[in-house]
């Protein structure tokens, strides 16, 4: 079956300007994750959906991000005013529940935001 | 709070060479541990998980042991292949970072022949 897809794969923005980035969970999938992954570093977490609600959005850096998953599936990470200090690869990983933490996270391939 | 903390890298091996990668992690409560792997162009992956203490995770010829009293789960391989060549990470959920993955920095192994 069809994994985790994300859209743009790359997406090139200038300073200052508004982006979204969408994420395609497996379906199925009630659980939605975002992770950001910087250069030569592991994925940090940013925010999990447990369906269509925010369950812990602690990784968020600040108010100028945002996620919403309206109807339980499909998610799209917002950025606001970007900074390049935002540039890195956004990965979106889902799972077949949030349960306890042992259910498998399956990642799409990543948007790589490059913020001249 | 929960963090992991991998080996320093990279790694460079020759063909059938036993390969480790330690990890080490610090959580309260149970975590669940994982090892992830990124090949060349491809998205993350998991390689193998252990969900409680003493747990053997394996695939591939990888295996990991989930040890409670050195809070390790070090990656193991008798013989790796030049296709083993990667980037390696090790992570954890559970515990207070409940659902979400905690990774450490990333192990990049390269296998010659």
């Known amino acids: 079956g069809a994994g985790v897809s994300q859209t743009p794969s790359n997406k090139v923005t200038e300073k200052g300007k508004y982006v979204e980035l969408r994420c395609d969970p497996i379906s199925g999938h009630t659980a939605l994750y975002w992770y950001r992954q910087s250069l030569g570093q592991g994925p940090e977490f940013l925010i999990y959906f447990q369906g269509t609600g925010a369950a812990d959005d602690s990784g968020l850096p600040n108010d100028r991000f945002f996620a919403v998953r309206p109807e339980g599936s499909v998610s799209t990470l917002k950025i606001q005013r970007t900074e390049r200090g935002d540039s890195a690869v956004y990965l979106c990983?889902?799972?077949?529940?949030?349960?306890?933490?042992?259910?498998?996270?399956?990642f799409g391939p990543g948007t790589r935001l490059t913020v001249l | 709070g929960n963090s992991v903390t991998q080996m320093e890298g990279p790694v460079t091996l020759s063909e059938e060479a036993f390969l480790t990668i330690n990890c080490t992690y610090t959580?309260?409560?149970?975590?669940?541990l994982f090892w992830y792997v990124q090949y060349p162009g491809e998205g993350l992956q998991l390689l193998l998980k252990a969900t409680k203490a003493d747990d053997k995770g394996s695939n591939k010829g990888f295996e990991a042991t989930y040890r409670k009293e050195t809070t390790s789960f070090h990656l193991e391989k008798g013989s790796v292949q030049v296709s083993d060549s990667a980037v390696y990470f090790c992570?954890?959920?559970?515990?207070?970072?409940?659902?979400?993955?905690?990774f450490g920095q990333g192990t990049i192994l390269t296998v010659h022949p």
């Open positions: 959580a309260t409560g149970y975590p669940s």
């Open positions: 990983a889902s799972s077949l529940t949030l349960g306890s933490g042992t259910d498998t996270q399956y």
């Open positions: 992570a954890l959920s559970g515990g207070t970072s409940y659902g979400k993955l905690t």
